[in-house]
């Protein structure tokens, strides 16, 4: 089992790109969840899919944060214009419903 | 909402010393409890987690954990830390959504630094 797969590892940025991050769940995991980690606010979970519907998007900061998950195999995190606040690790992470997640790498963002 | 506090922001210790670090939720109701470990560099990885049963968890590398319904706490520990073990420890919670599905609610972390 290769894992989360998730890329890029590192991406920078210039204010106002768009930004799209790729992330591959475990095969047969039925939940998704991005999260974002930052010095000051720690892990925080921006959106979490249940056999690839959105359920919760409630910590997804603003309109400029999307994130769709077409099918079981593929979600992307989208930042459109990007900002030098939105500069954080960037987690995805599968799970079966009564288990534990199992996390990806991470996508480092830098916009400068 | 569920919040999960974690006391100890940064804990400094020699190799072979005792560890414990705290944990406590909010949350009234059943929970799920969980501890990820995060290497520099690395992702979250599972060190345990309580979902019921005996409230004395252990998991990988000689941690363990205990849960103690009567002070919402659920304190990581490990007698005897090696310098291998300098990481960052997050507490977590699994909360269920009334339509199904749950999320991992997690604490600031803690950095350890484990010093030969």
């Known amino acids: 089992d290769a894992g989360v797969i998730q890329s890029p590892r590192h991406e920078v940025t210039e204010m106002g790109q768009e930004v799209t991050l790729r992330c591959k769940p475990i095969?047969?995991?039925?939940?998704l969840f991005w999260y974002r980690q930052t010095m000051m606010r720690g892990l925080e979970l921006l959106i979490y899919?249940?056999?690839?519907?959105?359920?919760?998007d409630s910590g997804m900061p603003e309109d400029r944060f999307s994130a769709k998950m077409p099918n079981a195999s593929f979600s992307t995190l989208k930042i459109q214009p990007s900002e030098p606040r939105d500069s954080a690790v960037y987690f995805c992470?599968?799970?079966?419903?009564?288990?534990?997640?199992?996390f990806g790498s991470g996508t480092r963002l830098t916009v400068v | 909402a569920q919040s999960v506090s974690q006391h100890n922001h940064h804990v400094i210790l020699s190799e072979a010393a005792s560890l414990e670090l705290g944990c406590n939720y909010s949350?009234?109701?059943?929970?799920?409890l969980f501890w990820y470990v995060q290497y520099p560099g690395q992702h979250l990885q599972l060190l345990l987690k309580?979902?019921?049963?005996?409230?004395l968890v252990k998991g990988i590398k000689g941690f363990e954990a205990e849960f103690i319904k009567s002070k919402f706490s659920f304190n990581l520990r490990k007698p005897s830390v090696q310098w291998s073990d300098t990481a960052e420890y997050f507490c977590?919670?699994?909360?269920?959504?009334?339509?199904?599905?749950?999320?991992?609610?997690f604490g600031t972390g803690t950095q350890l630094k484990v010093e030969l």
């Open positions: 095969s047969g995991h039925n939940s």
């Open positions: 899919f249940n056999n690839n519907v959105p359920i919760d």
């Open positions: 949350y009234g109701g059943t929970v799920n």
């Open positions: 977590a919670v699994k909360t269920y959504y009334t339509g199904g599905g749950n999320k991992l609610t």
């Open positions: 309580y979902f019921s049963g005996d409230p």
């Open positions: 992470a599968s799970s079966l419903t009564e288990y534990g997640y199992t």
